[in-house]
């Protein structure tokens, strides 16, 4: 079975500063897709990122960007400019590669407070 | 990117009754995902829902409790059955994507259970 850990509850940055989330996972698979998720007051799932463990390249969207070691496991958000929408509770997640189903697999979240 | 609308979106209901839930989808989709999200906490899988087929549900997760229906390729139910102040919950359904493997949520049902 897989397991995620986020291993910082809470977090707190003040607005247009940079700020990083921590996630390791553990899983005897060689073939996965690992995301963050942010879950805004309004309760939604935002997909914010994707990075296929296949890819060495580390996946990036706009301000956020990711840093994948996978032989450590660890899969940490950077967020660059933060911003006062950036305050939610980030979700890491794993997925098994595709033909093993596409259950997610979550981290127990960070909860992130951008401040003015 | 896929477009899920979830009913209702919140509910107060009282102990020993049942809560069913919508998702509908505005593409067809092979696989539906029901998560509750306790809480504080974090997601949790209750079950797989393929269209034409039983719901496989994870450990801990009863059909008895939890039964699902998939009658086709948009749209499928969650009941909360017999309801007590536990279930006290959001609940999320959750689809991937067609071209890539991106799951995508409904806002989810913010249930209540007095």
């Known amino acids: 079975a897989q397991t995620v850990t986020q291993s910082q509850p809470e977090m707190s940055v003040q607005e247009a500063e940079t700020v990083t989330l921590s996630c390791t996972y553990d899983?005897?698979?060689?073939?996965?897709?690992l995301f963050w998720y942010k879950q805004p007051p309004s309760r939604q799932m935002i997909l914010v990122i994707r990075?296929?463990?296949?890819?060495?390249q580390n996946a990036t969207e706009n301000r956020f960007s990711v840093n994948f070691q996978k032989a450590a496991k660890s899969f940490s958000l950077k967020i660059s400019d933060s911003q006062l929408g950036d305050t939610a509770m980030y979700f890491c997640a794993f997925m098994k590669h595709r033909n093993a189903g596409n259950m997610l697999t979550f981290g127990g979240g960070t909860r992130l407070m951008v401040k003015p | 990117s896929a477009v899920i609308s979830q009913k209702p979106s919140r509910d107060i209901c009282q102990r020993g009754t049942s809560l069913t839930i919508q998702c509908q989808v505005d593409s067809q989709v092979t696989m539906m995902f029901w998560y509750r999200q306790q809480p504080g906490q974090s997601l949790t899988l209750i079950a797989t829902a393929n269209q034409g087929s039983e719901a496989t549900y994870e450990s801990g997760f009863v059909i008895d409790k939890f039964p699902i229906s998939r009658p086709n390729l948009t749209f499928s139910t969650l009941t909360v059955s017999n309801m007590s102040p536990e279930d006290s919950s959001i609940y999320l359904c959750?689809?991937?994507?067609?071209?890539?493997?991106?799951?995508?949520f409904g806002s989810g049902t913010q249930l209540s259970v007095l």
């Open positions: 899983t005897s698979e060689s073939n996965y897709y």
């Open positions: 990075q296929e463990a296949y890819k060495q």
């Open positions: 959750s689809v991937k994507g067609a071209r890539d493997e991106k799951l995508f």
